[in-house]
């Protein structure tokens, strides 16, 4: 077991004093048998109401509510996450759960959401238009999702893009380049276009050789493999997830999860402001 600090601190200033609305926080990673939260703290400037909820996706959420004019708002999320993923996932670490047949299978009708998509696998590119049957052995399966992840970060240049929103896989196949919610949306696309269910995901992610070395906010994405479940695949860096990825919160698609969302009341042509920083780093466990 790993712990892993986190820092997120995000600042909007205001030239003029405005009035907050409710805004939707969703900063504290979930729970699992891979990672456990040990402890979090939540510091809101100027002083909010604070409601929890689960969203239908059972992400945590926040719900802050502002009854002060402020011309600042500042929120700093500080986590210690317990990492028990202790390598980057593999085949030989599955079981399917098929071969039991005495286990439960679960309902497909569940997954149809996850499998909407504008595009056919012929609007990809013939390097990336790799045979995905979803009829194929979940073992063929993993194997080929994890050669399209190489294949995505061979084929595409990553870039830091600090524009809000998420490029269309169509934008990205024409510009090579994107970001990391960029290429986890186009490769969702490209799965769900042969038949996978597919969500996104957004969290952390620790690494010495990934820019920006103290840690960022992080996206990829989980496929559905039948007896397997859900399982992590990044094609930013080329693999299946590893310890490095801290997961916050899952959704169909990238616009229902940003990690603060909110708005303001305030005089016409106010103008704001917005700095971010995120520190993520390995800690002792001692």
Not at 27 to 44: E, H, M, Y
Not at 75 to 97: C, F, G, M, P, W
Request: glycine fraction near 4%.
């Amino acid at each position: 077991m790993k712990l892993i600090e986190i820092d997120h601190l995000t600042e909007y200033r205001f030239d003029q004093i405005i009035q907050l609305k409710p805004h939707q926080l969703i900063l504290r990673p979930r729970d699992g048998f891979d990672q456990r939260v040990k402890a979090s703290t939540l510091t809101i400037s100027p002083n909010a109401a604070l409601h929890w909820q689960r969203d239908a996706s059972d992400n945590n959420v926040t719900i802050a509510s502002f009854d002060q004019p402020t011309s600042r708002l500042k929120i700093h999320s500080h986590l210690i996450v317990e990492q028990y993923r202790a390598q980057t996932l593999t085949l030989d670490q599955l079981i399917n759960k098929a071969q039991y047949s005495d286990l439960p299978i679960a309902d497909s009708a569940i997954l149809t959401p996850f499998l909407a998509t504008q595009l056919e696998m012929t609007q990809f590119p013939p390097e990336l238009a790799c045979s995905l049957p979803v009829d194929a052995a979940p073992q063929e399966s993993f194997l080929a999702l994890e050669h399209l992840c190489q294949t995505i970060k061979t084929c595409f240049s990553y870039q830091i893009r600090e524009a809000p929103g998420t490029q269309s896989a169509v934008e990205t196949m024409a510009l090579q380049t994107g970001s990391c919610r960029d290429f986890a949306w186009f490769m969702m696309e490209l799965v769900r276009s042969q038949g996978y269910a597919a969500r996104f995901l957004s969290g952390y992610f620790l690494h010495q050789n990934f820019k920006p070395d103290n840690g960022a906010t992080h996206a990829w994405l989980e496929v559905w493999l039948p007896g397997f479940g859900w399982l992590g695949f990044d094609p930013t860096v080329g693999r299946p997830v590893g310890p490095e990825h801290i997961a916050v919160a899952s959704s169909m698609s990238p616009q229902a999860i940003p990690p603060i969302a909110g708005s303001f009341t305030g005089p016409p042509g106010t103008q704001s402001e917005l700095i971010v920083n995120v520190q993520v780093r390995s800690v002792s466990s001692s």
